[in-house]
């Protein structure tokens, strides 16, 4: 099973600011089969990034992912108030389990 | 407009069933595998189980493997979990999920909440 670990646990910024949102595998994830998802509270998941670094369909440039192998990155280019919620990174590849990382808090300094 | 529903939560003892169902509709539901992810209170994603387009291949989590059943309807455009020998552990919200052509999970629903409790 593939570990995903993300990080930081929890990241302060302001509106307008550059967030950097760490994702790094046990195992290399083979064929980028890496996604990004953001989760604010009551409601469903959105995909925001897939095969490391497309953007899902509505999702606004400022939001891009890069990444392979085992070290993957988030990049918010200017937060958004909106922007502010938990958000996730699972690898996909070959069989399940698909493994989720454990969460990086987007949160208004 | 895609769109999942996902119903049958509540509150069950452990050691009880309980049948959760997923009423999906705006898109081809047999040409899509599916699957169920959850969410214990204030915890990260856990995937939970899938099953592909024609229910040949299903596949669990370690954790529920032996406990829970996965099936989908397509003719009702339907996806059920039947989750068996309930842990308090497998207190969660219990998400339904598409996976898309690109194979990651493109559409969620809303989420039934599980609590399992004495």
């Known amino acids: 099973e593939i570990v995903l670990t993300q990080s930081p646990g929890t990241l302060s910024l302001s509106p307008g600011e550059r967030a950097t949102l760490s994702c790094r595998a046990s195992q290399s994830v083979s064929g980028t089969y890496l996604a990004w998802y953001q989760h604010k509270p009551g409601q469903a998941p959105r995909l925001l990034i897939y095969g490391a670094s497309s953007r899902a369909t509505g999702i606004p440039d400022r939001f891009s992912g890069s990444g392979s192998g085992t070290d993957f990155t988030l990049t918010i280019s200017r937060l958004e108030p909106e922007d502010f919620a938990v958000y996730y990174c699972q690898q996909y590849a070959g069989s399940p389990p698909y493994t989720f990382g454990q969460g990086t808090k987007l949160e208004i300094k | ?118």
């Open chain 2, 1 to 118: 407009e895609v769109q999942l529903v996902e119903s049958g939560g509540g509150l069950v003892q452990p050691g009880r069933s309980l049948r959760l169902s997923c009423a999906a509709s705006g898109f081809p539901f047999d040409d899509y595998a599916m699957h169920w992810v959850r969410q214990v209170p204030g915890k990260g994603l856990e995937w939970v189980s899938g099953i592909n387009l024609k229910s040949g291949a299903v596949a669990y989590a370690d954790s529920v493997k032996g406990r829970f059943t996965i099936s989908r309807d397509n003719a009702m455009n339907s996806l059920y979990l039947q989750m068996n020998s309930l842990r308090v552990e497998d207190t969660a919200l219990y998400y339904c999920v598409r996976r898309s052509g690109s194979f990651c999970f493109d559409y969620w629903g809303q989420g039934s909440l599980v609590t399992v409790s004495s």
